[in-house]
């Protein structure tokens, strides 16, 4: 598995840029056969090869490839050398000479202070990184079953983080039980996830499997930081690339992955500057990494539990036990979609019922009937996606249409595709199935005609539930449960708060001063990337003005 070279995945840097890098590092002899960084171990920075060679190595069946081979003026790494987490290959010197070692506080300083070097790091960084998710088997191998709804969270959890992994299914691979056996691992635990061939979990959690591949750093429980981001969907991030740029001690928790709702989006056609459309993964792939690259500190898989807001800094229960103070909070929970109130849903869910479309989604309808519940533009650009997929794609809405929930490109282009019958007044009554789902039964309410569909796949994007149970009461909500926040709060609201200021609260300030709320969480909002985008990044400049108070 050769990389093929080419400028832009790795750039050779010319004269005037390597004196200008030459401030921050410092050169070394390296011998041939050295190692320089290695697999499952954070690497000590970037090393820019001054004279020798550099090879890089990939693992595959234990068996050793070579990736690339680096020559004189080009630099190693890839995202994980910003992010801090382990190296996914080896760095071995194969001849002796020199290079020019940076560690990785300097390579922030070059990303922050250097526009041109600044573009040429990130953009190879990203470009090497997608090509290993494309090419390689990475460090991790996950056993499970295309009938387990752990086994798809645990694939979507790797493939939205964009960690490589080699997936391997029990009902398919002929040799899976050698595998099995020299783990020592029952069919009756899978999923499993084995992490460089030495820690084997079983059925792990999100946080289990986040802490085996070292996705976070260790948060320092006795920091205060400036604004604690609770949420990396579109607004959380732009909180935290906005916060962290102008100079903000800055921690984001996560629940899951980069994007919230909208990193399981297919294609967003209509958010500004892209005109052919970006998937949400890329999005906020590149939004994750504009914040760490201005220093944000991004924990995946760490939940807030609880907001305690009776004194300043506030501190936050996380769900593992531990604890954050921050000295103003932005709530980015943002929502979920509304479950449907039938009675066995629980039972399929993983299992034949999903809540985003994304490829992982896409390979498992190939030239299958499916059902979308929603009329709202994740579920048109679920439809649009998966009937390249699909032999048919059923929507399904409530309502007359979808011109008044769905943008008109996508209804044009529904209405354009043949294998996309659309369903209006229309509503699920049952499932059915014995192990997985195998029917749905939905009824008309005009005629109260009822109608089945053999499908194995239903994907609900219909309403929104907004995740402020961990709130207690610290904040004003809505009827709905959203967070209201500035002209929304009425002067009796805040006095059953008790808000002890003279002034207002600010726009998208709470009923509790210093806590901010943003994006599809915050009553009224706009629910559209560009929207909430937007109020992370103006959420800030009101932290300024609260901080300075």
């Known amino acids: 598995m050769s990389t093929p070279k080419n400028d832009q995945m790795f750039p050779k840097l010319n004269g005037a840029q390597l004196a200008r890098i030459e401030a921050f590092g410092k050169r070394r002899r390296v011998e041939a056969g050295e190692i320089l960084f290695d697999f499952g171990k954070v690497s000590p920075g970037v090393y820019v090869l001054i004279s020798g060679q550099i090879d890089i190595v990939g693992q595959a069946e234990g068996a050793e490839t070579i990736v690339t081979v680096h020559e004189p003026g080009e630099f190693t790494g890839e995202l994980n050398v910003l992010t801090g987490r382990p190296s996914l290959v080896r760095g071995r010197a194969a001849a002796a000479g020199e290079v020019l070692q940076i560690d990785r506080a300097e390579l922030y300083r070059i990303v922050q202070t250097d526009p041109e070097l600044s573009e040429i790091f990130l953009r190879a960084y990203i470009l090497r990184r997608t090509y290993l998710i494309a090419n390689s088997p990475g460090d991790v191998v996950l056993v499970g079953s295309s ?20 997936y391997v299914d029990v009902e398919r691979d002929p040799d899976i039980q050698v595998l099995l056996d020299h783990f020592q691992v029952k069919v009756s635990e899978i999923p ?206 409530r309502g007359p249409g979808l011109a008044e929930t769905m943008s008109r490109y996508l209804i044009s282009r529904i209405e354009d595709s043949p294998n996309i019958k659309l369903h209006t007044h229309t509503e699920i009554d049952s499932l059915e199935g014995e192990e997985r789902l195998e029917r749905v039964n939905w009824r008309c309410t005009e005629t109260g005609g009822q109608f089945t569909c053999n499908t194995q796949h239903l994907f609900l994007m219909t309403g929104a539930t907004p995740n402020t149970a961990w709130l207690d009461g610290c904040v004003t909500l809505d009827d709905k449960r959203f967070v209201k926040t500035g002209t929304d709060l009425g002067p009796e609201e805040l006095a059953a708060a008790k808000w002890p200021l003279r002034r207002q609260p600010y726009l998208l300030e709470t009923s509790m001063p210093h806590v901010f709320a943003v994006g599809d969480v915050r009553s009224g909002s706009v629910k559209r990337v560009a929207s909430s985008v937007g109020e992370g990044s103006i959420a800030i400049q009101m932290v300024h003005k609260a901080l300075a108070e």
């Open 192 to 397: 499993v996830l084995i992490c460089r061939g030495k820690s084997v979990l079983r059925r792990p959690t999100n946080a289990e499997a986040a802490a085996c591949l070292g996705f976070n750093a260790e948060i320092d429980e006795n920091a205060v930081y400036d604004v604690i981001v609770v949420g990396a969907g579109p607004s959380g991030l732009a909180a935290a690339v906005y916060a962290a740029s102008e100079g903000l001690k800055s921690l984001v928790l996560e629940t899951n992955a980069p994007g919230g709702q909208a990193g399981s989006s297919s294609r967003i056609e209509n958010y500004l500057g892209f005109p052919t459309g970006v998937s949400g993964q890329e999005l906020a792939g590149r939004a994750f990494i504009q914040a760490q690259k201005f220093g944000a500190h991004v924990a995946i898989a760490r939940s807030a539990a609880a907001l305690k807001c009776t004194q300043r800094p506030f501190t936050i229960q996380l769900s593992d036990g531990g604890f954050v103070s921050g000295n103003a909070v932005v709530i980015a929970t943002g929502a979920e979609y509304r479950k449907l109130p039938l009675t066995n849903l629980s039972k399929f869910e993983g299992n034949g019922i999903y809540y985003g479309a994304t490829p992982m989604e896409a390979q498992l309808c190939q030239d299958q009937e499916i059902a979308i519940v929603g009329g709202g533009n994740s579920a048109g650009q679920a439809a649009v996606f998966l009937s390249g997929f699909a032999k048919r794609v059923n929507v399904v809405v």
């Open 147 to 166: 009938h387990s709804a752990d086994t798809l969270r645990l694939k979507s959890f790797l493939t939205r983080n964009g960690h490589p992994y080699t």
